[in-house]
């Protein structure tokens, strides 16, 4: 089946470190995936996607990347702060543009 | 501009009850998704609807689900007979055309079935 993959994992970190989250996809190549931040009772908010010809992608201290031949994605958080503690989900997108999403991991930025 | 709107927020149904869920897309969006997230589990995909057509329900459930987005008013989502198996969180999300990668999520109704 066409899995999208997260470490179920909580991952912790300090203020100020980097934050690396993976997102791993099996028996297929999607044209694209999303990564979306989810914070306890909310919606997922859209935060960015990035396209398979397309090797990284920045806005502010986020930064995805997309290794085709890994068949991952890494999604990074510069300067981490304890605001960032959330559930970060990986998607890919199918027929009809219905995402398929991972299971997301928790990460969590201490002072 | 509004973001995508959704109530109840918060629903408590006995078993058997019907559970109806609404969702107000974002002004402008035609596009409507449903998802469900179980406990502990991630967001699956239930059903893709645009205005008064029901585009792709391959991950409703084959009875008891029903889903609808009329020309006027909200898209919803009926759950007949509930059963305690059925509560979630149901989240849907909106995007302005077909093709549009991008959803925008509210904020859920969470589904108690006592």
């Known amino acids: ?111 | 501009n509004a973001g995508v709107m959704q109530n109840p927020r918060h629903l408590v149904r006995r078993r058997g009850q019907e559970a109806r869920l609404r969702c107000s897309p974002m002004k402008g969006h035609s596009h409507v998704y449903w998802y469900r997230q179980l406990p502990e589990e991630g967001l699956k995909f239930m059903v893709y609807l645009q205005k008064e057509n029901i585009i792709d329900e391959s991950g409703m459930p084959k009875e008891r689900f029903s889903a609808e987005f009329p020309k006027e008013g909200p898209s919803i989502l009926r759950i007949q007979q509930v059963v305690r198996g059925d509560s979630a969180a149901y989240f849907c999300a909106s995007s302005p055309v077909a093709g549009e990668e991008t959803q925008y999520f509210g904020p859920g109704t969470r589904l108690l079935v006592l």
């Open chain 1, 1 to 111: 089946s066409q899995k999208i993959e997260q470490n179920s994992e909580a991952l912790n970190i300090q203020e100020g470190k980097t934050a690396t989250l993976t997102c791993n996809y099996t028996n297929y190549s999607p044209a694209y995936l999303q990564w979306y931040r989810q914070d306890p009772g909310r919606g997922p908010v859209f935060l960015l996607l990035i396209r398979e010809n397309e090797k990284e992608k920045r806005k502010e201290r986020l930064k995805v990347t997309f290794d085709t031949t890994l068949k991952q994605s890494l999604f990074h958080i510069t300067a981490s702060q304890p605001a960032d503690s959330a559930t970060y989900l990986c998607a890919r997108g199918t027929g009809f543009q219905k995402l398929v999403f991972g299971t997301g991991t928790r990460l969590l930025v201490s002072p």
